[in-house]
C-alpha cells in the first residue's frame, strides 16, 4: 500500500487527547511503520453569551466558552492489518475520531 491514512482526533481535553495520540503511536511503531504527527492544530473556542435574569437586568450577561483541541497523525502503512488495529484500540471516552 502506497497510500496514508489521515487520522484527526478531537476533544475538549487536551490531556486526554495527548494520551490518546501516544496510545495510536505506541501501537503502529510496534509494526514499524512510518507516522507523522501528531501536528498541532489551532485551538478553536467558541463564546456563548447568556442573560443572567429572563426577565430584568438585560446589562448583567456571563460569558461561556468552549476549546475544541485537534491533533492530526498521518499514516503509512504497509500492509492491510494496520487497519484493523488502527480500529481496535482503546481510546478514552470524548475524542473525535476521523480516519481519511
Known sequence: ?????????????SEFLNISCYKIIEKVKL??????????????????CV???????????????????????YIYPKTIDMLKTLINIKLPSGITIRME
Open 51 to 73: 442573560l443572567r435574569s429572563p426577565h430584568v437586568n438585560k446589562d448583567a450577561r456571563e460569558h461561556f466558552e468552549i476549546k475544541i483541541y485537534t491533533r492530526i497523525l
Open 1 to 13: 500500500m502506497k497510500k496514508k491514512i489521515r487520522i484527526k482526533l478531537e476533544s475538549f481535553n
Open 31 to 48: 509494526s514499524e511503520v512510518k507516522i507523522i504527527g501528531p501536528i498541532f492544530l489551532p485551538t478553536k473556542k467558541r463564546i456563548y
